[in-house]
C-alpha cells in the first residue's frame, strides 16, 4: 500500500536555516533535470544547504536537510534539490510524487546549536547554527524550484515570510558520502528564516 499524503499545495511552519557555498562545478551531481546546467561563476557554482524543521500548525511536522545547486536553461535561472533527506513517509512519498524532489529518509538530532543527519549507510552531515543578528520585521521570500518529474523538468511555486536572522553556520559532510562535494567547504552566507508561514506547490 502506498503512503498518504497531502494534496498540494502544502501549508507548512517551522524553521530554516540556509547556508550558501561556492563549490566547483566539477565535483557537483550530475543528475540535474533534463536541459538545465549549473550556473558557473568560473569554475565555481553555487550550492545551498538548509536544515528545515516544519511544525504544527503545518500540513505535516518534520525535520530535513537538502543540497540546491542554482540552475539555468537559457535565460531562466532557477534552484534545483540535488540532495535530500527526511524523517516522514508521507513527506518523502509526496515530495517525491507531486514535484519530482529526490526525498530519502534519514535520522536526524536537532539539540539547541547543533544538528546531524544519518542513514542507514552512517552520517550524512553534522553541524552547528548560531544566531548573529536578528533583523527586523518579517521577510518575503517568493521562488520557484525546477525538477525532473517522470520525463520532463517541471517548476513549482514556493512562497514563504518570516523573521530573518544572520547566522554563523559550520557543516561537517561525511567525505565519503553523499554530501562529498561539501566536504572541507565553509559557507560564505548564512541566513535563518524563523517562524516561517510557507506555501509549497500550486
Known amino acids: 500500500m502506498s503512503t498518504p499524503y497531502p494534496s498540494e499545495p502544502w501549508d507548512l511552519r517551522g524553521r530554516l536555516d540556509l547556508s550558501l557555498f561556492l563549490v566547483p562545478a566539477a565535483d557537483l551531481p550530475d543528475d540535474l533535470p533534463d536541459g538545465w546546467r549549473a550556473v558557473r561563476l568560473a569554475r565555481w557554482a553555487v550550492v545551498a544547504t538548509a536544515w528545515v524543521r516544519y511544525e504544527p500548525p503545518g500540513v505535516l511536522s518534520y525535520r530535513e536537510v537538502m543540497a540546491v545547486v542554482l540552475a539555468r536553461r537559457g535565460a531562466r535561472v532557477r534552484p534545483t534539490i540535488v540532495r535530500i533527506w527526511v524523517d516522514s513517509e508521507a513527506s518523502l512519498a509526496g515530495g517525491r510524487a507531486l514535484w519530482g524532489i529526490p526525498k530519502q529518509l534519514a535520522s536526524f538530532d ?89 506555501t509549497f506547490g500550486r
Do not use: E
Request: net charge positive; charged share 25%.
Open 110 to 198: 536537532f539539540t539547541g546549536d547543533a544538528r546531524a543527519a544519518r542513514d542507514d549507510d552512517g552520517r550524512i552531515t553534522a553541524g552547528t547554527v548560531r544566531d548573529r543578528l536578528r533583523l527586523p520585521g518579517r521577510w518575503p521570500v517568493r521562488f520557484s524550484i525546477v525538477q525532473q518529474l517522470d520525463d520532463a523538468p517541471t517548476t513549482s511555486p514556493v512562497r514563504a515570510r518570516g523573521g530573518l536572522t544572520v547566522t554563523t553556520t559550520r557543516l561537517a559532510a561525511a567525505p565519503a558520502g553523499p554530501l562529498a562535494f561539501l566536504a572541507g567547504h565553509r559557507p560564505w552566507l548564512s541566513l535563518t528564516l524563523r517562524d516561517f508561514v510557507m
